[in-house]
C-alpha cells in the first residue's frame, strides 16, 4: 500500500517562505512522476508544480514560477516544495501525489496516490 505523508505547513507572514516534505512509503518512489497540488476553500485542486521520476524534468504553474521550488529526493524517498516570497493567495491546502506516467501530468485525475495534505495560511 502506497502512503504520501505531507508535513511543513503552517501560519507565515505575506514575504515569508515554508517548506513542504512530502515522505512516500510502501512503493517503488522513484518511477513516481511526483506533483503538489493546492486547494483552497471554495476552488478547484490546482496543480502547483511536478518533477519526473529522475527529476529530469519540472514544471511550475504560472502562479509558483520564480517562487516555488519542487524537488525529489529518491535516497530518502521524499518530495520537497520550497515556497518563497509567499502571497495571502497561497492559502490553501497542499496536496502532495504520485503517478505513474513518464512525463508531468497536470490533472489531478492523473495521479494514482494522494497524501491527506497539509495547510498552509499566509496572512497579510
Known amino acids: 500500500q502506497v502512503q504520501l505523508v505531507e508535513s511543513g505547513g503552517g501560519l507565515v507572514q505575506s514575504g515569508g517562505s515554508l517548506r513542504l516534505s512530502c515522505s512516500v512509503s510502501?512503493?517503488?518512489?522513484?518511477?513516481?512522476?511526483m506533483g503538489w497540488f493546492r486547494q483552497a476553500p471554495g476552488k478547484e485542486r490546482d496543480i502547483v508544480a511536478a518533477?519526473?521520476?529522475?527529476?529530469?524534468?519540472?514544471y511550475y504553474s504560472d502562479f509558483g514560477k520564480g517562487r516555488f521550488t519542487i524537488s525529489k529526493d529518491n535516497a530518502k524517498n521524499t518530495v520537497y516544495l520550497q515556497m518563497n516570497s509567499l502571497k495571502p493567495d497561497d492559502t490553501a491546502v497542499y496536496y502532495c501525489?504520485?503517478?505513474?506516467?513518464?512525463?508531468?501530468?497536470?490533472?489531478?485525475?492523473?495521479?494514482?496516490?494522494w497524501g491527506q495534505g497539509t495547510q498552509v495560511s499566509v496572512s497579510s
Open positions: 501525489a504520485a503517478a505513474l506516467r513518464g512525463s508531468v501530468p497536470r490533472q489531478a485525475y492523473e495521479y494514482r496516490y
Open positions: 510502501g512503493g517503488t518512489f522513484k518511477s513516481y512522476t
Open positions: 518533477i519526473t521520476r529522475w527529476s529530469a524534468a519540472t
